[in-house]
C-alpha cells in the first residue's frame, strides 16, 4: 500500500524549460517526477533523489551540490478515486512535498517505461498549461513566479 505523503520534483534548467513526463498509465497525462515515500521514515530529500531517479535515470548526487532545493512547500489534495486503491482503506488525501531540481539544458533522461510513455521540455508557461495536475501547475507557476521576485 501507498504512504499518502508524496514528493514532486520540478526538473529545470536554465532556459526556463520543465521536464514533463506522459504517464503509461493514462495516455495525456503529463507531469512532473512525483511519487510517494517508500517508507513512513523516508527523508523526504531522499525520496527525491530516489524518484527522479528511477523515472528520469538522472543521478541528481551527479549534479553540482545544490542542485536539488527543497522549496519547503506541501500541499494538500484529494487522490483520484481511481487511484485510491493503492492506499489503506479510507485514505483519500495525500501531502505533496514540492522540490526543484536544475540540470544542464544537455541532460540524458531516461524514461521509466512501466511509468512514463516519453518526455518533453517546455517553457515552463506551456508545460503548467500541460500539466494535468492543478499542484504541479501551481508548483511551476509559484517557483518561476519567486524566481522573478528574487531578481
Not at 525520496?47 to 543521478?59: F, L, Q, Y
Amino acid at each position: 500500500m501507498k504512504i499518502p505523503i508524496s514528493v514532486l520534483v520540478l526538473i529545470h534548467n536554465r532556459n526556463q524549460e520543465v521536464l514533463l513526463l506522459e504517464r503509461a498509465d493514462r495516455p495525456g497525462f503529463w507531469q512532473s517526477v512525483t511519487g510517494s515515500l517508500d517508507e513512513i521514515d523516508e527523508p523526504l530529500e531522499r525520496a527525491a533523489i530516489r524518484e527522479v531517479a528511477e523515472e528520469t535515470g538522472i543521478d541528481i548526487q551527479a549534479l553540482p551540490l545544490g542542485a536539488l532545493q527543497n522549496l519547503h512547500h506541501a500541499v494538500e489534495y484529494d487522490i483520484y478515486p481511481s487511484w485510491r486503491y493503492r492506499y489503506p482503506p479510507g485514505v483519500e488525501r495525500n501531502t505533496e512535498h514540492w522540490f526543484a531540481l536544475e540540470v544542464p539544458p544537455s541532460a540524458a533522461i531516461r524514461v521509466a517505461p512501466r511509468e512514463h510513455l516519453q518526455y518533453v521540455w517546455l517553457p515552463y508557461k506551456e508545460a503548467a498549461q500541460k500539466c494535468f495536475s492543478h499542484t504541479n501547475r501551481d508548483a511551476i507557476l509559484r517557483f518561476y513566479d519567486n524566481l522573478s521576485a528574487l531578481k
